[in-house]
């Protein structure tokens, strides 16, 4: 061994035994207590190193870290992408810290933004949610976390893993090594490479055979979900003739220290198993010019491997300044089918690029495209499809429906389809309408007495509904108010 | 772009463009907008498939290919004028063998009141003034590599003028044969057209061939229409079976002018058509209607832009593309509506049909919309005929190979219902039911 492995692992023992200790120390002084910010994060920049280091921290086997590398290594050698229509500033990738805990909280609630409070007030946010909303560090108990540790056990009753990526590829690292990276290879494309190479942690879950799983899990809920970080790695399997609907973010603001996140999700579903895999979206939007504000650059994808599978992903995006996310479904399995129904909404200086791939390969399958774009103050919203039949694909059956609201003058809608067919049996149809809100229908709203703003938001809800049906319940009402307080400001 | 200027196409290119000067050089804007076109073509070669222009239309095969630079013994082809004699069309003809004009096939004798109408070659003889403007522009996309070269090399072409206030009734026929020749030519042609205010055009575009010949075309095209103008302009593709053709036009319509844009794609062995169309004023209207029938190993890329930039415009877009054997068709039909354009009304619907597993379409309809007062729709399908339909004829007795190609004609024959020369869209309706498979 030569000495400079030597001081590598005795520097990743001094970081992850320092890192406990703070963790522990961090717990019980909160208050008062200052970390040492060297002993819990990683100085800036990006290097085999750091990912070295960062893999020490996390305590991950060696074949993990192996695996970083090569995606660090391949990330070197990829261009940055710029075929998206946005607009981004250049990203230093060698500023940012690539595992740091997050500092600069806000000790209590008077210290948070009060616009901020006043968004939670308006989407009726418990009290006890609105600090960890916000990022206070205050250790409180709430009731999510109780209620986390009841749902954990009724799941570990049927069998249902649900645990964080970090504890997964130390409990379960068979299933990790076997499903990670096989959706999204490692060198996908160049965020899904850097995230590959420095992924900070996730949610794993897994639904053995047969399992319906019992109740919708969500991250919300998850023990530990407090700061998932901004490189997060979701990977969901489904065996044969399993269930599960799974809810990604929630509805009220997230506040984030973060500007770049380039999240990966997984999707493997087996032989007619089931994934139903709901977003809404809401970080940080930037001020009305557009200042600060999150990149949202996500790769997601669900492989439906096994025959009669199904993958539905239904998204509401309403936050970041930049979303660039594409997710879809990969229909190898026979008869399998892909959902996706999007709502996205842009308001002042937002940009959104997203849409859907469907890739038909095996026979019979099908998919379904539903996308709803709205547009106000000066942002722009693009939806971006892919439907393509291989040749295999015998009787692939796609419709896909996109449509756009555009609110003011300033704002953009796009639409860029790409439909590439080579089966002769398939049947692929697109169609797009983009319009403005129709005069007619504000002034019926309105000649019965309903103000100018609801009577919009009365029409974007109704332009949504096709969308909004898809989501959970509890999810579609929040939406809804979500929608109204997105747009404030946005007529008159 | 090292690599690019290492292919056999682009070399051969520059290799004839340094031997043969070009006729009419000695102008001093014309060869220099020359020569900074072959310099840009030099340094960017044929575009691969990662330029979003060229995605689904590799030039690999061409590229590989040695082109000779224009035909000398064009003149000397022996061309059979029934090969391009069109019912309806019995305007003025302006005919070029090869990319190389031919008085003898032309017939310009009696030029209807208020045309002009001359080959390009002798339009630089006199005043080239008029022609600085179109002749200068540079081509700066990543994917424009043809009309690069076309601007660069294209030696003729069509320069047609129509007075303020003219009607040209008869159709005027602009024709386009490839002949066999001892090697592959590669020809360029560049037109200049303009209708002056309240003019009225009727214009066909014919691209035929006599005999078997691989060789390469280039056309660029600038089509204007002044204030009020009207344009109807048919092209007929029906060139060589094993001819590459490149067809770049770019059309701008001023206020209250109207252009109606016929297509039918039938020959050619790989054909790619730019079209380009600027509503630049207020209350003017675009339609455009297209039809590509392929087989074999045909490749057909048709590459729409309709961009809305004034008040209360409107585009109307109707396509229908038929693919069999191993052919692939591609489509793009792009709106954009620009800041400002309120009251733009834009359709779009590109239907198509795949008939064998070995063919493909690749179909993108897109819409950038930057203003809110707007209509804008676009759909597209791909599918096969409908079942129920086949077996509603043949429950009448009509056999399989004839039900099939009756509904693939009826599914095509619709998009040029709104011609108005009916013995013109009589032929080519009869040309389409020809063409398409019967089996």
Redesign the interface.
């Known amino acids: 061994m030569t000495t400079e492995t030597t001081d590598r692992n005795e520097l990743s023992a001094t970081l992850r035994d320092n890192a406990e200790v703070a963790a522990v120390l961090g717990r019980r002084y909160e208050a008062g207590f200052v970390t040492d910010i060297e002993t819990d994060s990683l100085p800036p920049g990006l290097s085999e190193d750091i990912i070295r280091q960062l893999s020490a921290l996390k305590q991950e086997p060696e074949w993990m870290t192996e695996w970083r590398l090569q995606a660090y290594r391949h990330w070197l050698t990829m261009p940055e992408p710029h075929?998206a229509k946005l607009n981004i500033g250049a990203i230093d990738f060698q500023a940012i810290s690539y595992y740091a805990s997050p500092k600069n909280k806000p000790k209590s609630l008077d210290e948070v933004d009060p616009k901020l409070l006043e968004t939670y007030d308006k989407l009726g946010v418990p009290l006890h949610e609105r600090a960890r909303l916000a990022g206070v560090a205050v250790d409180a108990v709430f009731d999510s976390v109780s209620v986390g540790t009841t749902f954990r056990k009724e799941l570990a009753d049927v069998g249902v893993i649900f645990c964080s990526m970090s504890e997964a590829i130390r409990e379960y690292p068979e299933l990790v090594r076997k499903y990670l990276g096989s959706v999204v290879p490692v060198g996908d494309n160049y965020f899904a490479a850097l995230n590959s190479a420095v992924f900070s942690d996730g949610s794993f879950v897994f639904i053995p055979k047969g399992v319906r799983c019992p109740m919708e899990l969500s991250t919300y809920f998850r023990i530990n979900a407090g700061h998932t970080g901004q490189f997060e790695r979701t990977l969901i399997v489904c065996e044969d003739s399993a269930y599960v609907s799974y809810l990604e973010g929630c509805t009220a603001p997230m506040r984030d220290e973060n500007q770049l996140h380039a999240a990966v999700v997984e999707l493997v579903a087996l032989e007619k198993a089931q994934i139903k895999y709901s977003t809404v979206q809401n970080w940080y939007p930037g001020d009305e010019e557009g200042r600060g504000g999150i990149y949202n650059f996500v790769t997601k994808r669900g492989d439906c491997r096994g025959d009669d599978s199904k993958i539905s992903w239904t998204q509401v995006e309403t936050g970041s300044a930049i979303t660039w996310k594409y997710p879809s479904c990969v229909l190898r399995g026979d008869r399998s089918v892909g959902e996706f129904y999007s709502v996205a909404l842009t308001h002042h200086r937002q940009q959104a690029d997203t849409g859907t791939k469907m890739i038909h390969i095996g026979k019979g399958t099908k998919s379904k495209i539903v996308s709803k774009g709205i547009s106000a103050g000066r942002s722009s919203n693009s939806y971006r499809g892919l439907v393509k039949?291989e040749?295999g694909a015998e009787g692939a059956r796609n419709y896909t429906q996109c449509d756009?609201l555009?609110?003011?003058?300033?704002?953009?809608?796009?639409?860029?389809?790409?439909?590439?067919?080579?089966?002769?049996?398939?049947?692929?149809?697109?169609?797009?309408?983009?319009?403005?809100i129709s005069d007619d229908q504000l002034f019926y709203c309105r000649s019965r007495g309903i103000g100018e703003e609801d009577a919009v938001s009365l029409i974007v809800d109704g332009f949504c509904k096709q969308v909004f049906r898809e989501l959970p319940m509890e999810f579609a009402v929040e939406a809804k108010k979500l929608l109204e307080v997105s747009l404030e400001g946005a007529v008159g | 772009m090292s690599q690019a200027q290492a292919t056999p196409f682009v070399d051969s290119l520059l290799q004839a463009a340094a031997q043969t000067p070009l006729p009419s050089s000695g102008i001093d804007w014309l060869d220099t907008a020359r020569r900074e076109n072959l310099d840009a073509f030099a340094a960017s070669g044929l575009p691969d498939t990662r330029v979003?222009a060229w995605k689904?239309t590799a030039l690999r095969a061409l590229g590989q290919r040695r082109f000779v630079l224009g035909d000398a013994q064009a003149a000397a082809r022996a061309v059979d004028a029934a090969v391009f004699a069109l019912p309806g069309v019995d305007g003025p003809a302006l005919v070029f063998v090869n990319g190389v004009f031919r008085a003898d096939l032309s017939c310009l004798d009696t030029l209807p009141a208020g045309l002009t109408l001359s080959p390009l070659s002798q339009a630089l003889q006199g005043d080239a003034e008029p022609l600085r403007f179109a002749l200068s522009r540079h081509y700066r996309e990543g994917g424009d590599a043809f009309a690069r070269l076309n601007a660069a090399l294209a030696g003729d072409g069509v320069v047609l003028r129509v007075a303020a206030g003219a009607k040209v009734v008869a159709p005027v026929h602009l024709v386009f044969v490839g002949a066999p020749a001892e090697d592959d030519i590669a020809w360029h042609v560049r037109h200049v057209i303009e209708l002056g205010e309240e003019a009225a055009l009727s214009l066909v575009e014919h691209h035929v061939a006599v005999g078997k010949h691989q060789h390469l075309g280039t056309q660029v095209a600038d089509i204007v229409l002044r204030k009020g103008a009207r344009l109807t302009h048919v092209t007929l593709q029906d060139a060589g079976e094993g001819s590459t053709l490149v067809r770049h036009d770019s059309v701008q319509l001023d206020a209250q002018a109207q252009a109606s844009l016929y297509v039918l794609e039938l020959g050619g062995s790989l054909v790619r058509h730019d079209l380009h169309a600027t509503l630049a004023g207020d209350q003017s209207r675009l339609e455009t209607r297209g039809v590509f029938a392929l087989d074999g190993r045909q490749h057909v890329d048709t590459q729409m832009a309709i961009r809305h930039q004034a008040l209360n415009t409107a585009s109307d877009s109707v396509w229908r593309g038929v693919a069999d054997g191993r052919s692939r068709g591609v489509i793009r039909g792009a709106i954009v509506v620009a800041?400002?354009a309120d009251g733009s009304d834009a359709s779009l619907s590109s239907k198509?049909l795949?008939?064998?597993?070995q063919?493909?379409?690749?179909?993108?309809?897109?819409?950038?919309?930057?203003?809110?007062?707007?209509?804008?729709?676009?759909?597209?399908?791909?599918?096969?005929l409908d079942e129920r339909s086949l077996f509603y004829l043949r429950s009448r007795g009509i056999p399989l190979a004839e039900a099939r190609s009756m509904l693939t004609a009826a599914f095509c024959r619709a998009v040029f219902e709104s011609l108005p020369n009916a013995a013109l869209r009589e032929h080519i309706d009869h040309r389409l039911m020809e063409h398409l498979p019967s089996a």
């Open positions: 075929w039949v040749k756009s555009l609110i003011g003058k300033k704002c953009g809608a796009h639409t860029f389809p790409y439909m590439e067919v080579k089966n002769p049996s398939a049947i692929v149809e697109h169609e797009a309408t983009t319009s403005k | 979003e689904y800041p400002g198509n795949l008939l064998s597993g063919a493909e379409i690749d179909t993108k309809p897109e819409l950038e919309i930057y203003a809110d007062e707007v209509k804008a729709a676009h759909g597209a399908t791909v599918g096969q």
